[in-house]
């Protein structure tokens, strides 16, 4: 072999050498990237999962007020037994709201990660199951009011 075949044999051989380290760092990169993708794609699902709760939660407030605000709102207008029931439908709409809410948060279809921090069940459970108690009571009242 002549000096300039072994010069370009040994060039050729750098070459390989140095794109071999650098794809190997890129494939490095390419891992780190999609386990961070990974990671950020789970939080957004748990955001959205949370998202859920408060559109759940903010529904069923929204049909308290309203069950509760029909007799007022409709006194005069319609017939007694009209208002009576539909407040007490859009009541039982609210704790219907207030129990899906808690159902959906958590008993998710996807499980979340294991490292985005969520709030405890029992906060749920016993905030929802308040306000439960509350749309229960206020079905009560709308029946029992003359």
């Given amino acids: 072999m002549t000096d300039s075949a072994e010069h370009r044999a040994e060039t050729t051989h750098t070459k390989l050498e140095h794109s071999a380290r650098v794809m190997k760092a890129s494939a490095v990169e390419q891992v780190d990237s999609a386990d961070h993708r990974t990671e950020l794609a789970a939080d957004r699902t748990v955001l959205a999962a949370e998202r859920t709760y408060a559109a759940w939660m903010r529904t069923g407030l929204a ?32 704790g219907f709201c207030f129990v899906t809410a808690v159902w959906r948060e958590l008993l998710p279809d996807i499980r979340p990660p294991p490292a985005m921090r969520r709030l405890p069940a029992w906060l749920f459970i016993s905030v929802n199951g308040f306000l439960v108690l509350v749309s229960i009571a206020a079905f009560v009242g709308l029946l029992t009011i003359d």
């Fill in 63 to 94: 049909a308290l007020a309203s069950g509760i605000g029909a007799r007022a709102l409709l006194d005069g207008v319609v017939a007694d037994w009209l208002i009576v029931s539909t407040g007490c439908l859009i009541v039982l709409f609210g």
